[in-house]
């Protein structure tokens, strides 16, 4: 079992109730994705990049779900994986014409309540691993892309986190076999802060009207964040210039999202 305590974290990682050394439950490693990454860097085609806001309201995420539920793949989907799906679904069919072997899709997830016991709510750090999924089929299937997006993060459990970290392998499957042929790769990346309490913050002159990040934003993906009622999703999406201007274009986005309001 990996555990704070089966890990050996000390009472001097933990200051006031927060773990700030999480390096005895996840030892360095030589990640794959770290070496993906600095492909994507060194990408000349998405040297110039721009990135957009789509805006996903509550009433729209809920059509949503209900057009992708009661399919083949996936019962009714969640909000997450439901505009993934839809976003992954526009950019694979643009896509299709390429002779690119991985379609994939690679969404962040937050490992504290995945293990066994749960880590503390309040532990410093990127806390994360990387769900993979890829399609084969050159036909999109909404519902299919949420099936493989709910597959792909329902296997991070405890046990799964066991046998990558716990030994210090570095085998990590799809993501392991794709950096050895990155040019092959047709990936479109996922980083979600939702439902984190950003819009509860007080910060002494009344809580966020908006919220955003000043990071640079991965140069084919989305930065999901709630919309201020915790029923929609902000999208900020970051695509070459090219792919932006099809993509804003898809009559399937455009039909749930709002592009770039002004509120």
Avoid at 122 to 141: F, P, Q, R, S
Avoid at 156 to 174: F, H, K, P, R, W
Avoid at 246 to 260: C, G, R, T
Wanted: proline content about 5%.
């Amino acid at each position: 079992m990996l555990s704070c305590n089966s890990c050996g974290v000390d009472d001097h990682h933990i200051v006031g109730g927060v773990v700030v050394d999480c390096t005895s439950l996840f030892p360095l490693q030589d990640l794959p994705g770290i070496k993906l990454h600095e492909s994507f860097r060194n990408d000349n085609t998405y040297s110039k990049t721009v990135t957009k806001r789509f805006v996903f309201y509550g009433p729209k995420v809920a059509a949503l779900r209900g057009k992708l539920s009661k399919g083949p793949y996936l019962d009714r989907p969640t909000r997450i994986e439901a505009v993934s799906a839809l976003m992954w679904g526009a950019f694979v069919g643009e896509e299709n014409e390429s002779k690119k072997v991985y379609k994939v899709a690679a969404h962040n997830v937050d490992l504290r309540k995945r293990l066994d016991p749960p880590l503390p709510q309040h532990c410093i750090g990127n806390i994360i691993h990387t769900a993979m999924e890829k399609w084969l089929a050159k036909v999109v299937d909404y519902n299919g892309l949420a099936g493989k997006i709910h597959e792909s993060i329902s296997l991070i459990n405890n046990d799964y986190i066991c046998q990558v970290y716990a030994d210090g392998s570095t085998d990590q499957g799809l993501l392991a076999q794709i950096v050895k042929d990155p040019n092959n790769l047709s990936l479109f990346g996922f980083s979600s802060w939702c439902k984190f309490p950003f819009y509860e913050v007080g910060l002494g002159f009344g809580k966020p009207i908006c919220v955003g990040t000043a990071t640079r934003l991965m140069p084919r993906g989305a930065f999901l964040l709630d919309t201020r009622d915790g029923e929609g999703i902000e999208a900020w999406v970051t695509l070459s210039e090219e792919a932006m201007l099809k993509f804003e274009k898809n009559p399937d986005i455009l039909a749930y999202a709002s592009v770039s309001p002004r509120t």
